[in-house]
């Protein structure tokens, strides 16, 4: 029979809580499936891990602004679409009263109509919205934040598309009126250049906002790919490896387990000592 040392006995016991420490990391791994459960565990791995997550939910909400960027340009399109469907019956007016053969009675007619449609292009600069913001009638920048960083935008120019603003309707003492546009064949020979140079500044504007279009959806691309990367990494620096935190769990039972019978053997082995010296 042998009576083990007290150093034996302090080195199990020692070993004993170390494996207690390491199955309760374990469980805790196993339990939030991450693999650093508390800040403790790899506190720079912690720091890193939030710059990440920072990033990630940066990046998409980046692509809900882009969305609703490409909402407001989309918009904007078809608000173009609209006044060039006006400016052109307004060439066309134009032309009609730019001739002798008609009657100061049908330029009339047709200086109505045209009255009508520079009152159409107005109210859709005036009106056309998008989340309350005037996007036609306003020649303020529209800034897009596209990045999870500062300065990371992309701006939209506006320009102001009333009948005024295209030249539609000179100013100065000897330009006509808006009711006399083209109330005479001079005036509708000299209101034909007005609209093409109008149509120019709609083509401009409008080829502006196909670009900016493009350019929103690149950097939408690469915006989910970027945020696609680095939830992947995250997860490859936080989530646990269930097989081999499983794996490092039974090793460290094993050996809690034959700890614990040692120390069971150990403390019987001392009472049968004690046994002997007893009267």
Request: no cysteine; aromatic share 2%.
């Amino acid at each position: 029979m042998r009576v083990h040392s007290n150093a034996q006995i302090a080195f199990t016991a020692n070993r004993t809580q170390k494996n207690e420490m390491s199955i309760e990391k374990s469980l805790g791994k196993l339990t939030t499936g991450k693999e650093m459960p508390k800040g403790s565990d790899n506190a720079s791995g912690v720091t890193i891990s939030e710059k990440m997550r920072a990033q990630i939910r940066g990046l998409a909400r980046a692509q809900h602004n882009m969305n609703d960027g490409l909402s407001a340009l989309e918009t904007m399109n078809e608000g173009m679409n609209n006044i060039s469907g006006l400016t052109d019956r307004a060439r066309e007016l134009a032309i009609l009263a730019a001739t002798d053969t008609l009657t100061d009675e049908d330029r009339a007619i047709a200086q109505g109509e045209l009255t009508n449609i520079l009152d159409s292009i107005d109210e859709t600069a005036q009106n056309l919205e998008f989340n309350t913001r005037a996007i036609l009638g306003e020649a303020i920048p529209l800034v897009i934040q596209i990045g999870s960083n500062a300065n990371q935008k992309i701006e939209i120019n506006l320009i102001e598309v009333t009948a005024e603003k295209l030249g539609l309707i000179k100013t100065g003492p000897n330009a006509p009126k808006r009711d006399e546009l083209i109330a005479t064949r001079e005036h509708a020979e000299a209101f034909i250049q007005n609209i093409d140079d109008a149509t120019a500044a709609i083509s401009k504007h409008m080829t502006e906002i196909g670009s900016k279009m493009q350019a929103i959806e690149s950097h939408m691309a690469n915006a989910a790919m970027y945020e696609s990367n680095l939830t992947r990494a995250l997860s490859q620096l936080e989530d646990v490896s269930v097989s081999k935190e499983m794996m490092h769990f039974v090793q460290s039972d094993i050996r809690q387990q034959g700890d614990q019978l040692l120390i069971r053997q150990v403390n019987t082995n001392l009472k049968e000592i004690l046994q002997l010296f007893q009267p």
